[in-house]
């Protein structure tokens, strides 16, 4: 049965009584530290020297320290380095100021699912991993909302690392909304399924070869474009309110009868079946070693393919209709053409 947990049901007295140090200052540390801070914990930030993040901690009034000072001062020391670095920054900096007593809080499962981070005895291990954005976690904090969360513990060695979890859940906000109960097996695996085959690689893929049919078949590119992309928002956040059942009562009836007939001609049993292969690979720990491979060898494969899917005519064509459009003024850090890390 599915235990899900609100701000009642979480302490936040316990969160409040201890030291955090928040470990990288990106998308999910900014919001990590700005909402634990605004809900009366003690945070400092820990990041390297030369850090990209560290004017932008300090100008919003944090103490930023060196990884390793941040680690041996805190009670509870919370990783969001991106997932790929997370080990070499625990061996580094972590693991020798860590002590009885302390906790390590992850924003998603990767490194202790993979084994790549393994933590000393008498240190409690827990998630809180928001299902959304970091920007998206920051907002929704500031307009007194939440963005949902799912908790995990791998290893309660305190005997109290549950009550810590919600406690620094509703810190953040997460229990505003709801807290689910998972695994750190379960809540890593589903992720990286949920980004590669549907949320990220399936939709980008599935974005692109729509716009592909549209401009090799002669259509106007910013037709095209309105057509398989902006639009997709709009029907997202159909199916976000009220499932794909609202999404159908709300389009054309033109629209549902070639969504029955049409989707499982272009989604057919086979993306099913590569699907299955898909999470295969997750599971097997196949897809983290590719992964982690080619970031130790200086990431030539992900960076060959970023360039390649900046290429795609798609991009092109969005950036100068966007310029046209009032519809997506935004406020944070994204800037156009260049993907910002
Ligand atoms: P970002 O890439 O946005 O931020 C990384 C931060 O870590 C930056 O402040 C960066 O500093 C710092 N950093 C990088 N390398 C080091 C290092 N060697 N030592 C110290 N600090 C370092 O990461 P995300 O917020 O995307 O991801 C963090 C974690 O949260 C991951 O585990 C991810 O899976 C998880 N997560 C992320 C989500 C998201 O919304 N992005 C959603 C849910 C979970 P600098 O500026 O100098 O590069
Ligand atoms: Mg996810
Ligand atoms: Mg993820």
């Not at 390297?48 to 941040?70: I, M, N, R, Y």
Request: proline share 4%; charged share 25%; hydrophobic share 40%.
């Amino acid at each position: 049965m599915t235990e899900i947990f609100y701000d009642s049901d979480a302490d936040l007295a316990l969160i409040q009584g201890k030291k955090v140090a928040v470990i990288g200052y990106g998308s999910q540390g900014h919001a990590h530290a700005l909402n634990l801070r605004d809900s009366g914990v003690e945070v400092v930030v820990g990041l390297k020297d030369d850090s990209k993040s560290k004017p932008k901690a300090e100008e919003q009034g944090f103490t930023v320290l060196p990884v390793a000072e941040a680690s041996a001062w805190a009670d509870v020391i919370v990783i969001l380095t991106p997932d790929q670095v997370q080990r070499h920054v625990y061996a580094d900096d972590i693991k020798p100021n860590l002590a009885e007593g302390k906790a390590l809080v992850f924003g998603h499962g990767f490194n202790i699912r993979f084994g790549y981070i393994e933590a000393p005895e008498g240190v409690d291990v827990v998630l809180v991993a928001p299902k959304g954005p970091g920007h998206t976690v920051r907002r929704e904090y500031e307009a007194g909302r939440g963005v949902p969360v799912i908790v995990a513990v791998e290893v309660d060695a305190s005997g109290s690392a549950w009550e810590l979890a919600w406690s620094y859940a509703k810190g953040i906000g997460g229990l505003r909304a709801g807290g689910i109960k998972t695994t750190f097996t379960e809540e890593t695996e589903t992720d990286l399924f949920g980004e590669q085959a549907v949320l990220c690689g399936g939709t980008s893929q599935l974005v692109q070869y729509g716009f592909e049919v549209l401009t090799e078949a002669g259509y106007q590119p910013q037709i095209a474009y309105f057509e398989v992309l902006h639009e997709l928002k709009l029907i997202v956040d159909l199916m976000w309110e009220g499932g794909i059942a609202k999404q159908r009562w709300s389009i054309s009836d033109t629209a549902e009868y070639g969504d029955y007939v049409s989707g499982p001609r272009v989604i057919d049993p086979h993306v099913k079946e590569n699907m299955q292969a898909v999470l295969a690979d997750i599971q097997s720990g196949a897809f983290a070693e590719r992964f982690i491979a080619d970031q130790d060898a200086g990431a030539p494969e992900f960076t060959a393919l970023r360039a390649k899917g900046e290429q795609h005519p798609i991009e092109a064509t969005g950036r100068e209709l966007r310029k046209l459009f009032a519809w997506n003024k935004s406020d944070d850090d994204y800037v156009e053409g260049s993907v910002a890390r």
